[in-house]
């Protein structure tokens, strides 16, 4: 909502949607951000989506680090995959290139997230540290 406010035609979506990877295997990310009509407010799986956002946790970090990651990168839409690490606190970013996926470390400044657009400030998501 707030991206299609800027005048994106992307949007945000909260937990509680699924990313199907295959015909067997489906995973529900904290957050995504995919571009193009409006989704149908029924729908239980999200549209192809452009970045992928999980938080990782002690019982999830391996999943999200691992199985999650190879799968979504499956999905040719993802181009970026967040790891949000609120113990450290950092995102690592991995992102799609022509050539591979790269990984970078990100504890502060501002990420860019291009396609489709999108700027954070690192500091913003953790706060005061």
Request: proline share 10%; hydrophobic share 40%; aromatic share 4%.
């Amino acid at each position: 909502r707030g991206l299609r406010a800027l005048g994106s035609s992307c949007e945000m979506l909260p937990d509680g949607i699924t990313v199907r990877i295959d015909a067997h295997t489906a995973y529900e990310p904290d957050a995504l951000v995919y571009c193009g009509p409006r989704m149908d407010p029924d729908a239980i799986e999200a549209p192809p989506p452009v970045i992928v956002v999980e938080v990782l946790s002690p019982g999830t970090r391996s999943v999200d680090a691992g199985a999650k990651l190879a799968g979504y990168f499956l999905l040719p839409s993802v181009v970026h995959y967040l790891l949000v690490d609120p113990r450290r606190p950092c995102l690592i970013h991995h992102r799609r290139t022509d050539a591979a996926i790269e990984t970078r470390i990100v504890t502060d400044g501002i990420l860019s997230l291009d396609p489709p657009g999108i700027t954070l400030a690192v500091d913003d998501l953790f706060g005061a540290r």
